[in-house]
């Protein structure tokens, strides 16, 4: 099996590898959720990393009968990794700033990437903060356009906390409550699949409308 069609299979089928990796790893899981979490909200390099359907996939174990997963212990190791993401690439950007993008067509340090960022956190100031929580790589690129911007770290902190405590009590909690729907646990590669196109959605409203009809 090809890397991008694993890849693909281990994200729609979150629900079996989280369950067979809490099972495998007991307490040493919360570390490995922490740091997934971590890194696609902490670096720039990897927006491409599971956010809001391991979120999910995470609240919908926890509610299995005799679950390896804890959500009283998730939630907060989730809502950590969250905040320490955001806050380190808020730091990444304000010492390494607009240098280490240089291409217009890479797949991760693009350009493209950071001005698209940019330009919401024009429109929404520091509520993008709380918002791209909701939007997958506006969400690894907004705090890091934060950082450049030189936001005063006071106000960053108090939108990230915000942010992320939202961000993961909606998708840990949701995946909670929905875990019994019939159609939940027979479909769930397709509630995933619904997860990650929704949560796409506003980034390709805000592409379509800046390219097709917002030209001067």
Not at 50 to 60: E, K, T, W, Y
Request: with cysteine; charged share 15%.
């Amino acid at each position: 099996m090809s890397f991008l069609a694993r890849t693909l299979d281990v994200f729609l089928h979150l629900n079996q590898y989280i369950t067979v990796w809490a099972g495998a790893l007991g307490g040493w899981f919360y570390g490995l959720v922490f740091l997934v979490v971590f890194a696609e909200t902490g670096f720039v390099v990897t927006p491409f990393l599971p956010g809001d359907s391991l979120l999910f996939a995470c609240g919908a174990i926890a509610a299995l009968e005799h679950s390896p997963v804890d959500i009283w212990v998730l939630i907060p190791v989730l809502f950590a990794a969250a905040v320490a993401g955001d806050t380190a690439n808020y730091f990444i950007g304000q010492k390494l700033g607009v240098k280490v993008f240089t291409s217009d067509t890479g797949p991760w340090l693009n350009k493209k990437h950071l001005e698209r960022a940019h330009k919401f956190y024009e429109k929404y100031g520091g509520k993008t903060i709380i918002i791209a929580r909701f939007i997958p790589i506006i969400r690894t690129f907004a705090p890091f356009v934060a950082g450049i911007g030189t936001m005063h770290y006071g106000k960053f902190i108090s939108y990230n906390i915000i942010g992320g405590a939202l961000w993961v009590l909606l998708f840990t909690l949701a995946g909670y409550f929905f875990a019994d729907m019939p159609f939940v646990q027979k479909q769930f590669h397709y509630v995933i699949l619904s997860i990650i196109i929704i949560s796409l959605l506003p980034a390709v409203y805000e592409f379509v409308m800046e390219k097709y009809f917002r030209k001067s």
